[in-house]
């Protein structure tokens, strides 16, 4: 237990943060997993609002099984010592006062009793306390009567909060930074963070889902007349928001957000203002919060039997989560090292190409695309592709659900059925460009054909804006399948794959996954997928805002990122596409779903991207970002957007009339036509 030295007590501890800050997972971090702890939710349910239910259900499924929950006043619950008591947070509260009093209209202050009574309640305990609020200045109020009751009131509630704490952290963007309290600011050092063996900082790097929180969506309108307040953390109001009678939106904390590492062996703990970061990661918060017990000489777990998170290595990066068994090294699969294509049978190529029947370049970038294909084959003149084949990996995305699609989960097993019997447009296509096509069923929500079905490893994946796609072991089981799916394909014959898609709501991990990869903001990555108006744009846009907040701690690391914001058919897309590079066969990578897939592929395998080219440029701006990202340049540009592999199966006969030319003109010797050198 973590105590304040000046007073001997355990420590009270106050985290702010804004809408989606992270600032819930960290306080949930630092009270610890290895030893139960009292969970006091202060939000109202509105048990109308299923969606908003959804999430209390998953945020209450993931909370550990020796935690208590209590809703109500915190009051009341403080009046019970627990060892460990964690309140959030105190905007939910504070509105249900406010409420209680209907003082929405009223000067502030009218709150000031309940407000005395809730500083008296934490200065007079004793026990482990971490209150959660939101900080008000990093939220959006609006400038009406009642939004400016609420932001007094929570500003006045959070000073007299700070003002009896031991210690007060921020959290903006999953980072918290330790600030002075009123003690060290006149010079002393008694509400030190940290004391023995230190307190965890945030970091598992899963999901916090409400307690009790309101949809985040972009698109909701708040209605009645005092519903400027829509909740302490509502950064954008969402579909899900249930507005009281009093016209007050009741929202809960509502943090999708992730934490930063786990910090502070040191004596003195966090310095006030220095950021703790995943990198900062130096102990497990299960040994602090059990009461400083070390980590077990050679063991990487606290004595406790708790997983615990190793020191970094000096100078190397480290792995936020790590106490998470998808980082161990064993559980990555290994690809074997990806050679690249030819670098000798390309300069033949290239000095060829010199000797057609041709100014040199005249064929534009048909030329290096057939030096491409010769590299790939080892040999000059390249052989034409006498087994093009296309796989089409379907499966469901559970985020489709939540209205970021025009059409419903359902579709995605109709379209399986009519890519057996060969009426889509991939189907139409690959005739044309005479390939054939195969379908597999990876995660599609409903039964298919046995045929297609060998390689399914769940049904649908899961919402990745508020839970992980996949487990560990659905993860490394896709992977594989891509992988297997990839050998049966070249051992079979084929000498060009094509990667496609089919999953209704496919498009929003896609996305995540390529904004998160390359660092880009939400709104600049997000397209209309299937043709969704600006309403379901912008709960697209929410959706992926909260993935991408689970997302970020993994990107650099493959796995991770498709268990936490992938699903099974980008798993699956990926170890086809690292598999295909590590048996030196060429791949036409197809839109948006597919390259995203080759961006995750290219880490798992790296130097794989050698052995793809870019079928077409989709009409999703994400698929420039990835692109871009991979250094391919399309060969087609038609404005597609279908997936399906269509895009790529499109550029095939651009493949094989590079081939063509290249292996099937006659040079300027062979034909007895004088070249350019000759008529100087």
């Known amino acids: 237990m973590l105590n304040d030295a000046a007073s001997g007590r355990p420590l009270r501890t106050l985290v702010l943060g804004g809408a989606r800050s992270g600032k819930s997972t960290f306080a949930e971090e630092l009270a610890g997993r290895a030893e139960p702890v009292r969970y006091v939710a202060t939000a109202q349910v509105d048990p109308a609002d299923l969606e908003f239910t959804e999430r209390i259900a998953a945020h209450r499924d993931r909370r ?82 009642a939004g400016r009751v609420f932001q007094d009131e929570i500003g006045t509630l959070n000073q007299r909060i700070a003002a009896v704490c031991d210690e007060v952290f921020l959290v903006v963007a999953g980072r918290a930074i330790r600030l002075d309290t009123a003690a060290e600011a006149g010079g002393v050092a008694e509400g030190s963070a940290t004391t023995g063996s230190g307190s965890a900082v945030a970091g598992s790097g899963s999901a916090v889902v409400g307690p009790d929180s309101a949809v985040a969506g972009l698109d909701s309108a708040v209605t009645g007349a005092q519903a400027a307040v829509a909740g302490p953390d509502l950064t954008l109001a969402g579909s899900g928001s249930a507005v009281t009678e009093s016209g007050s939106a009741v929202a809960g904390h509502g943090d999708l957000g992730l934490g930063s590492g786990a910090s ?101 970038r048909l030329e290096p695309l057939g030096n491409w294909v010769a590299a790939c084959q080892g040999v000059c003149p390249p052989r034409q592709f006498e087994r093009a084949r296309v796989v089409v990996f379907a499966g469901d995305h559970g985020i489709a659900r939540y209205g970021v699609s025009a059409y419903p989960s359902e579709v995605t097993a109709q379209m399986v059925a009519n890519f057996i019997g060969g009426g889509a447009a991939v189907n139409a296509l690959a005739r044309l460009a005479d390939a054939t096509v195969r379908v597999v069923d990876i995660a599609v929500e409903s039964d298919t054909d046995p045929s297609v079905s060998a390689h399914k490893i769940r049904r649908s994946s899961g919402a990745i804006d508020r839970e992980d796609a996949l487990t560990e072991a659905e993860t490394n089981a896709a992977i594989a ?75 650099t690391d493959p796995v991770a990122l498709l268990r936490v914001a992938g699903g099974a058919d980008f798993a699956a897309m990926a170890g086809y596409l690292a598999q295909a590079a590590a048996r030196r066969t060429p791949v036409v990578l197809d839109g948006v779903v597919v390259t995203a897939a080759a961006l995750v592929a290219e880490l798992l395998a790296p130097g794989a991207k050698a052995w793809w080219v870019a079928g077409h440029r989709s009409a999703e701006p994400s698929h420039t970002l990835a692109l871009t990202k991979l250094d391919l340049k399309p060969l087609v540009e038609m404005d597609m957007r279908l997936g399906e592999g269509s895009g790529a199966v499109t550029a095939v006969p651009l493949l094989r009339a590079a081939i063509a030319a290249l292996s099937e003109m006659s040079t300027f010797g062979d034909a007895g036509v004088s070249t350019a050198d000759a008529a100087s």
């Open 264 to 364: 502070g062996s040191s004596a003195s703990g966090p310095v006030a203002g220095e950021p703790i970061s995943p990198e900062s990661v130096t102990a497990a918060m299960s040994a602090a919060a059990a009461g400083g017990s070390g980590i077990a000489a050679g063991t990487g777990r606290a004595e406790n039997g708790a997983a615990a998170v190793p020191a970094p290595v000096s100078g190397a990066p480290t792995i936020p989560g790590a106490a998470d068994p998808i980082y161990s090294e064993s559980a990555a699969p290994d690809f074997g090292p990806v050679t690249p294509p030819d670098a000798e049978v390309r300069a033949q190529a290239e000095a060829r190409q010199l000797q057609l029947t041709k100014p040199a370049g005249a064929l534009g």
């Open 64 to 145: 550990p099984a020796n935690w208590t929950l209590v809703e109500g006043d915190p009051v009341e619950a403080l009046a019970d010592p627990a060892r460990v008591t964690l309140i959030d947070d105190l905007g939910t509260w504070l509105t249900g006062r406010i409420d209680a009093r209907a003082a929405w209209d009223s000067s502030p202050g009218v709150v000031a009793p309940d407000v005395e009574a809730l500083v008296a309640a934490i200065e007079g305990y004793r026990q482990r306390l971490i209150v959660v609020s939101p900080e008000v200045g990093l939220g959006v109020i609006p400038a009406t009567a």
């Open 481 to 555: 399948a891509g992988r297997a799916i990839a050998d049966e394909e070249i051992d079979g014959g084929a000498d060009l794959l094509i990667a496609g898609d089919m999953g209704i709501g496919n498009t929003t991990p896609a996305t995540v996954l390529i904004a998160t990869l390359t660092a880009t903001e939400p709104v600049v990555a997000i397209g209309r997928g299937t043709g969704i108006d600006d309403h379901g744009w912008m709960r697209k846009a929410a959706a992926v805002r909260d993935a991408m907040w689970r997302a970020r701690p993994h990107k």
